[in-house]
C-alpha cells in the first residue's frame, strides 16, 4: 500500500467515525425524547394544563408551574436585560483598556460558568434573607437575572463587536457622541444578536431547579401567582417533585411535564434562530 | 492672488503610546483646494488627516503637541466641543460606510443627531446634499430604500452627500476611491473637482496618478515627516527632494 | 465635462493663440516684404520674443498634462501632437523673423519683372492660405484637410526647384540687382521650409485622429 492510499484510508476512516461521534448525541437524545413522549403524551389534556396540583396523580395538574415560569420568564428577561445590555456596551464602548476593566472581563466570564447552586446560595443570603423578599417571584427572578447576567453581557458584547469600526467612525465623523452613536448606530445593528443571546439565556433559565430550590420555592402552591411578591413553584421543580414520588402515576405526570417544559424550551430557541437568521439577510456589511 | 490658508499644522507632533507617528508637522491649506497626501503605507498621512477633525481622540494612546488651526482656530483648545468642530470638518473614509438605514436616513443623520425634526428642512437638506454628491438621479425614486443596497460606488457618493449635508467647509477624504472600480474612481475624483469649488478639501491616496489628476497641492509624507509640500505641477514634473522623486517615478526602497 | 478635457482644451487653446501669432507675423512678413514697410520687419522681429514665450508655455503645460493626468490613446496622441506642433510653430515664427529681416535689407521698390519670374508672391500666398488652412484643420479635428494639405506641398516645391535657374537667369541679365536677388532667393527658401513645417502639422494632425503614421511614407514609396 502506498502512502498516498494509507492517508485515504486514514481520512475515510476518520470520517466514519465523526458521523458515529455525531450521531451518538443525537440518537441518545432522540431515545430519551422518544421515550419521554410514549410515556406522557397521553397525559397531556386540557385539564392537565389547567388543574391545579393534587395528592392524587391522575387529577393533579401544572397550572401554577407553568405560570410560574412564564412569571420568572418576564421578570427576569426584565430584570436581566436592561443590566445586561448596559453593562455590555459600557465595557464595549465606552471603557479603556486598562487593567481594571480587564480584571472585570475576566470575571464576568468566569461567572459565566459558576454552578447555579452557588447562585441559589447568593439569591437565599441576598434577596430572601437580607433583603426580606422571602421565596417569593421577585427573589426568585433577581436569582435566576444573576445568573444570565454574565451570558448577556458576554453575548451583547459580542454582538456589538460585530458592529464594523466603520460605522461608528461614520457616525462620530458626522458630530455624534459617543451615546448617539450607540444608540442610532450600534444597538439597533445589534439589536438582533443581543436578543438572541437574551433569549438564550433566558431558555437556560426556564430550565434551573436547583437555585430555585435553594431559595425556598415551593413544591405545592395551591394558587396561581398574582403578583411578584407571591410564593411559586416552576416546572422543573414540579417534575423533580413528582419523579421523587414512588407512586408510577405520577412519574407519567413527571414525563407529560417535561414535554411541556422542552416545549417552551424549543419556542425559546426557535424564536433565537429565528432572530438571527433575520438579522444576518437584513444587514450585510 | 493667494487664497487665505484655511487649515494649518503648527510643529504638529504626535504619538501613539511611544510610537513617534508625526514629527514636527509644519503645513499650512489653502481654501477651496485640494491638497493630497501621499506617501508609503505607514508614513503617517492618514494620522495627520484625522487629527484635522480629532477622529483620533478615541484611540487609547494617542496624543499630540503642537497645533492644528481651522480658520485660525487652534482645534485642541480646551473650550473646543469636538461635535462642533465635525460640523465643520466632514469626513468621508477609505471603505463606503453607509449605515444600515434608508438612503434618506443616511443623509440626514447628521442633522437628526442635532436635532433638527423639520421635515421640510430635512427634505430639502437631502436633495441638496444629493444632487451636490451628483448621485441624486440615480436615488431619487428610492429614497427610502436601504442604503446597503446600492453599489460601491453610489455608497461612497452617498456617504459624501451625508458628510455634504451638515454643511461643512472642510471635507477630509482617506483614500476615498481606493475600494472602488476604475469608473466608480474616475466619478469621485470628477465630483472632488467640482467639490472644490466650495470646500477646502484634503485628500489621503495610495494612488499617484490620482493625487496628480485631482489636487492642487500635494504633500510626500515619509516615516512621520513632512518631507516636501508643493504644487502638484512642480511636485510631479520636478520634485525638490529625492525621496520623494524615487517615491513619486515608483523606485522607492 | 470631464477634469482631463478641460484641461486638454486650455492646452489647445493656447496653441490656437500661438498659430494665430505666428500667422499674423507670417502675413505680415508678405506685406513688408512687397512694400518695404522696414518698421512692420522690426516689428515682426521683435514678436520673436513672444512666439518663444509661448514654446516654452507650451512645453510646460505639456509636461504638466503628462505629469498630472498620465493621459492614454487619444489623449496622449493629442498631446503628442501639440508637442510637436508646438515646436513646428516656432520654426516658422523663426522663419517669418528671417523674413522680416531680408525684408529689412531689401532696396525698394523690387523689380515687379523678378516677383513675376520667380513667383515669389503666389508662393507666399500658397504658403499662408496652407498654414491657415492647417490651423482650421487642427482647430476641427479635420485629417480630411490635413491630408489635402500635405499634397499642396509640392506646389511650393516646384516653384522652388525653378526658382535656382529663374535667379540665375535674372543675375546674369541685370548684374546690378545681385542682392536683391539673393534675398529673394533665401526668402524663397524660407517659404519652403514653411510649406515643409505645415506638411508636418498636417501629419501630426492625422497622427492623433487616426493614431496612423504618415510621415517619411512619400520616400518609403519611392524606393519601392
New interface residues.
Given amino acids: 500500500m502506498t502512502n498516498s492510499e494509507k492517508n485515504r484510508l486514514k481520512d475515510k476512516a476518520f470520517q466514519v467515525f465523526g458521523v458515529f461521534c455525531t450521531f451518538i448525541g443525537l440518537v441518545v437524545l432522540a431515545i430519551f425524547l422518544i421515550d419521554i413522549v410514549i410515556e406522557g403524551i397521553a397525559r397531556i389534556d386540557w385539564d392537565f394544563l389547567t388543574s391545579l396540583p393534587s395528592r392524587r396523580a391522575a387529577s393533579a395538574g401544572i397550572l401554577t408551574a407553568w405560570a410560574g415560569t412564564i412569571w420568572i420568564l418576564i421578570l427576569s428577561a426584565l430584570i436581566a436585560f436592561p443590566l445586561g445590555i448596559a453593562a455590555g456596551v459600557y465595557l464595549e464602548e465606552y471603557a479603556k483598556k486598562t487593567k481594571l476593566s480587564n480584571f472585570l472581563e475576566i470575571n464576568i466570564a468566569n461567572l459565566a460558568g459558576v454552578p447555579s447552586i452557588i447562585y441559589g446560595l447568593l439569591g437565599l443570603e441576598l434577596f430572601v434573607r437580607f433583603m426580606k423578599l422571602g421565596g417569593s417571584l421577585l427573589a426568585g427572578a433577581l436569582t435566576l437575572s444573576l445568573l444570565i447576567l454574565p451570558i448577556i453581557i458576554v453575548t451583547t458584547r459580542e454582538a456589538i463587536r460585530a458592529v464594523p469600526r466603520t460605522i461608528r467612525d461614520g457616525s462620530f465623523a458626522l458630530g455624534a457622541s459617543k451615546w448617539q452613536t450607540v444608540w442610532y448606530q450600534v444597538l439597533p445593528s445589534s439589536f438582533g444578536g443581543i436578543l438572541t443571546g437574551v433569549i438564550l439565556a433566558l431558555s437556560r433559565a426556564v430550565g434551573e431547579a436547583a437555585p430555585l430550590i435553594v431559595i425556598g420555592a415551593l413544591a405545592y402552591v395551591p394558587f396561581v401567582p398574582s403578583s411578584p411578591m407571591d410564593e411559586f413553584t416552576v416546572l422543573p421543580i414540579q417534575i423533580f417533585n413528582w419523579t421523587s414520588r414512588p407512586q408510577a402515576a405520577f412519574l407519567t405526570n413527571a414525563a407529560a411535564a417535561i414535554i411541556i417544559l422542552l416545549l417552551i424550551t424549543f419556542l425559546l430557541n426557535g424564536v433565537a434562530v429565528y432572530l438571527r437568521h433575520r438579522q444576518q439577510k437584513k444587514i450585510k456589511w | 492672488m493667494k487664497k487665505p490658508s484655511k487649515l494649518e499644522a503648527i510643529n504638529l507632533d504626535a504619538y501613539y503610546g511611544d510610537f513617534h507617528a508625526l514629527k514636527s508637522i509644519n503645513v499650512a491649506m489653502e481654501e477651496k483646494a485640494v491638497t493630497a497626501f501621499i506617501g508609503p503605507s505607514g508614513c503617517g498621512k492618514s494620522t495627520f488627516l484625522r487629527t484635522f477633525?480629532r477622529?483620533n481622540d478615541?484611540i487609547?494612546g494617542f496624543r499630540i503637541d503642537g497645533q492644528i488651526l481651522l480658520d485660525g482656530r487652534d482645534i485642541y483648545a480646551n473650550d473646543v466641543q469636538?461635535?462642533?468642530l465635525?460640523?465643520e470638518v466632514?469626513?468621508v473614509?477609505q471603505?463606503p460606510?453607509?449605515?444600515?438605514k434608508s438612503i434618506f436616513e443616511n443623509v440626514v443623520?447628521?442633522l437628526?443627531?442635532?436635532g433638527i425634526k423639520d421635515k421640510k428642512i430635512l427634505q430639502e437638506t437631502c436633495e441638496k446634499s444629493l444632487r451636490q454628491a451628483a448621485i441624486w438621479d440615480e436615488v431619487k425614486d428610492k429614497l427610502d430604500k436601504s442604503a446597503?443596497a446600492l453599489s460601491g460606488g453610489q455608497q461612497q457618493r452617498l456617504?459624501i452627500a451625508?458628510?455634504l449635508a451638515?454643511q461643512p467647509s472642510v471635507i477630509l477624504m482617506d483614500e476615498p476611491a481606493s475600494a472602488l472600480d476604475p469608473i466608480s474612481s474616475?466619478k469621485i475624483?470628477?465630483l472632488i473637482?467640482e467639490l472644490k469649488k466650495d470646500y477646502t478639501i484634503v485628500i489621503v491616496t495610495h494612488n499617484m496618478?490620482q493625487a496628480?489628476?485631482?489636487s492642487d497641492y500635494t504633500a510626500f509624507f515619509y516615516m512621520g515627516e513632512l518631507v516636501e509640500y508643493a504644487k502638484?505641477?512642480t511636485m510631479?514634473?520636478s520634485p525638490h527632494d529625492t525621496r520623494t522623486q524615487n517615491y513619486i517615478t515608483g523606485r522607492f526602497g | 465635462m470631464p477634469h482631463i478635457d478641460v484641461e486638454l482644451d486650455r492646452l489647445r487653446n493656447k496653441l490656437l493663440e500661438m498659430w494665430d501669432l505666428v500667422e499674423y507675423q507670417l502675413s505680415s512678413g508678405r506685406e513688408a516684404v512687397v512694400n518695404g514697410d522696414k518698421e512692420l520687419a522690426q516689428r515682426i522681429i521683435k514678436l520673436d520674443r513672444k512666439v518663444n514665450n509661448f514654446d516654452i508655455k507650451i512645453d510646460r503645460m505639456c509636461e504638466n498634462f503628462f505629469a498630472l493626468f498620465n493621459p492614454v490613446a487619444v489623449d496622449l496622441r493629442t498631446v503628442l501632437a501639440i508637442l510637436k506642433i508646438n515646436t513646428n510653430l516656432e520654426r516658422v515664427g523663426d522663419t517669418a523673423e528671417g523674413i522680416a529681416r531680408f525684408a529689412c535689407k531689401l532696396n525698394h521698390p523690387l523689380d515687379p519683372e523678378l516677383i513675376e519670374l520667380t513667383k515669389v508672391l503666389v508662393m507666399y500666398d500658397e504658403a499662408l492660405a496652407m498654414f491657415t488652412e492647417c490651423r482650421t484643420a487642427f482647430k476641427e479635428d479635420d485629417p480630411k484637410q490635413a491630408k489635402a494639405l500635405i499634397k499642396r506641398d509640392k506646389t511650393l516645391n516646384k516653384i522652388y526647384r525653378k526658382s535656382d535657374a529663374v535667379i540665375t537667369k535674372y543675375i546674369k541679365a541685370h548684374p546690378d540687382r545681385i542682392a536683391e536677388s539673393l534675398a529673394l532667393l533665401s526668402i524663397i527658401k524660407k517659404l519652403e521650409r514653411v510649406g515643409d513645417q505645415v506638411t508636418n502639422m498636417a501629419e501630426e494632425i492625422i497622427f492623433y485622429r487616426e493614431a496612423k503614421v504618415v510621415k517619411h511614407r512619400r520616400k518609403k514609396k519611392k524606393k519601392e
Fill in positions: 477633525n477622529m478615541y487609547d469636538v461635535d462642533e465635525r460640523k466632514g469626513m473614509f471603505k460606510n453607509p449605515f444600515p443623520y447628521g437628526r443627531i442635532q446597503l456617504c451625508r458628510a451638515i474616475a475624483e470628477e473637482y496618478q496628480g489628476r485631482v502638484t505641477k510631479f514634473t
